[in-house]
């Protein structure tokens, strides 16, 4: 696993093939083992918590993942095809949302239970943000101006959570340590992406969209500023995770502990705001230095697959998971490198694109019943058959086959990739 093939191996052939592979895992293997069988005719929303063969193992709903659920299925009819079954699950699990996910400070839940009665609240603003995409994204799907509006009033509810002291529970004492995580600019970024494109095109902006095109559009560039300013350290050629409040380093376990695929994650939401700016120089570079630093930080060099956890300084990490392979970070790796080589054209995407693809497609899917598994151990053997969890949904998987099923139209097209 430690040598990187020499040639540049996104051949025609290959992108055929490639296509082939994220639009039929799309639409023959990841969809239908979920859709319509998560969908709780009985109570609403969705039961995403499945073993191998899509055997029920909870009834609980996580609503973050209620709102991932709602941004896939009205994504795919806006972009896909107009399949109206996807439309109305997306308005399905609306409903369940809008009727059972908020609390009466206006907060969203983490967890209900089957029938939407609350389990558990939590500080953090994802279940909030993953509803925003849904509203904004059922929207753009259907036409649905009061959706897209309630998607923007959230999202300028939870702009002053974050920045109105005492709103949300600090994870750490402020006092003491304060600090800032990259979990929260990442989301707030992507979310405004998903807002910005409930809008239509720029060219056809009436007034009012125009304003919230301009909201948008400032919203991003706040964000990417937080990353670029308190994540990215040069001098150690990373990302942190975790830094102070003025993103100074800080020599701790959770200072020094990186999560490559969360970086990476974010790599391609830069690279991607770097398409719609007419392929920005200084985001694409911003997207592609973030991508540099943490793919050899994240690949793992002996067994092949992104690590989940490693220390800036090569120490030990205090999670006992910090060396498995989790589905996520694998299908972030695949988007980045592939995204990252149709903006540029460098042989070397192409090159860590084969190595991650070929890596997690001999591993993770599930070749008899459907999607993917989600837990592997160091060495790619499997840790769990289960499929959904209060983590694992409908989601990262099918998200990657339609990005990448996308990118792959694009260049067996030849649109690009653009010349740096």
Known sequence: MTDEPSENLMTPGRIDSLLVTYRDGLLDSTLPFWFPRCIDEEYGGFLFSRDRDGALLDTDKAIWLQGRAVWLLATLYAEAAPRLEWLRWARHGLDFLRQHGFDADGRMFFLVDRQGRPLRKRRYVFSEAFMIAGLAAYGRAAGDAAAVEQAFELYRRVQGYLDTPGVLPPKWDAQTRPMRGLATPMIMLVTAQILRRALGPASRSAEPDA???????????????????????????????????????????????????????????????ARERGNDAGLLQMGLTILDWMWPRGWDREHGGITYF??????????????????WPQNEAIIAT???????????????????????????????HGEWFGYLHRDGRLSSTIKGNTYKGAFHVPRMELVCWQLMEELRRGDGPAQR
């Open 211 to 273: 304003e919230r095109r301009a909201f948008c559009n400032a919203a991003i560039d706040r964000y990417v500023d937080e990353i670029r300013r308190y994540h990215m350290h040069p001098e150690l050629a990373a990302v942190l995770e975790t830094v102070g409040a003025d993103g100074e380093f800080l020599d701790h376990f959770d200072g020094r502990t990186l999560n490559p695929g969360h970086a990476i994650e974010a790599a391609w939401f830069i690279m991607q705001e």
């Open 310 to 327: 490693v220390d800036v300084r090569g120490l030990p990490v205090q999670e006992y998971w910090h060396d498995m392979k989790f589905w």
């Open 338 to 368: 592939l995204m990252a080589y149709r903006l540029t054209g460098e042989a070397r995407y192409a090159r860590w694109h084969r190595m991650i693809h070929d890596w997690a497609y001999a591993r993770f899917p599930d070749r008899e």
